[in-house]
T-cell receptor, first 114, second 110 residues
Framework: NAGVTQTPKFQVLKTGQSMTLQCAQD?????MSWYRQDPGMGLRLIHY???????DQGEVPNGYNVSRSTTEDFPLRLLSAAPSQTSVYFC?????????????FGNGTRLTVT | GIQVEQSPPDLILQEGANSTLRCNFS?????LQWFHQNPWGQLINLFY???GTKQNGRLSATTVATERYSLLYISSSQTTDSGVYFC????????????FGKGTHLIIQP
């Protein structure tokens, strides 16, 4: 059981470039989310989805887009990378946001924008 | 949104010691989870504990929702317990999802 799979593990971009961080889960989870983690900070929610075709903004959505065309996949798009987007990005999923639905994380993508 | 405060921010212990990590939160919650981020950066879910007490081996957690705090107990610490421990309450509404504290950085020395 692969759980939550993120690709790539590492990425370096130049300012202004765009890219997509991939996230896939094989647990048939309804809820998927993207967080970013910056040094000395906790994790901050970027976007989330409660099911296929439904997405919404989290705490820090600017500069990022998401889509949820299937239950399994939840890609995060950086439209025009900026140095402030240098961070470690985590995708997470749970069965739902309802009762007794622990959140499971992928292993992260370390992104550097120069 | 909900405010989360974890203490202590840093903790250094010898192997075999016990520890208590605290998480205070500002609003009522319907969900609280504890996570361990190991030195390789992986985030592991330890407990889903909106209220009451749960135990898993040497770890246990207690959430007193009415008083807005949660505690994580680690007994007989091992070097593999090192890392950062995050608590993440969820108030259940709006776009906040889980709100993460800044974590407790635990170092277990052999």
């Amino acid at each position: 059981n692969a759980g939550v799979t993120q690709t790539p593990k590492f990425q370096v971009l130049k300012t202004g470039q765009s890219m997509t961080l991939q996230c896939a889960q094989d647990m048939n989870h309804e809820y998927m989310s993207w967080y970013r983690q910056d040094p000395g900070m906790g994790l901050r929610l970027i976007h989330y989805s409660v099911g296929a075709g439904i997405t919404d903004q989290g705490e820090v959505p600017n500069g990022y887009n998401v889509s949820r065309s299937t239950t399994e996949d939840f890609p995060l798009r950086l439209l025009s990378a900026a140095p402030s987007q240098t961070s470690v990005y985590f995708c997470a999923s749970s069965y739902s946001r309802a009762v007794n639905s622990p959140l499971h994380f992928g292993n992260g993508t370390r992104l550097t924008v120069t | 949104g909900i405010q989360v405060e974890q203490s202590p921010p840093d903790l250094i212990l010898q192997e075999g010691a016990n520890s208590t990590l605290r998480c205070n939160f500002s609003d009522s919650v319907n969900n609280l989870q504890w996570f361990h981020q190991n030195p390789w950066g992986q985030l592991i879910n330890l407990f889903y504990i909106p209220s009451g007490t749960k135990q898993n081996g040497r770890l246990s957690a207690t959430t007193v929702a009415t008083e807005r705090y949660s505690l994580l107990y680690i007994s007989s610490s091992q070097t593999t317990d090192s890392g950062v421990y995050f608590c993440a309450p969820d108030s259940g509404g709006g776009a906040d999802g889980l709100t993460f504290g800044k974590g407790t950085h635990l170092i277990i020395q052999p």
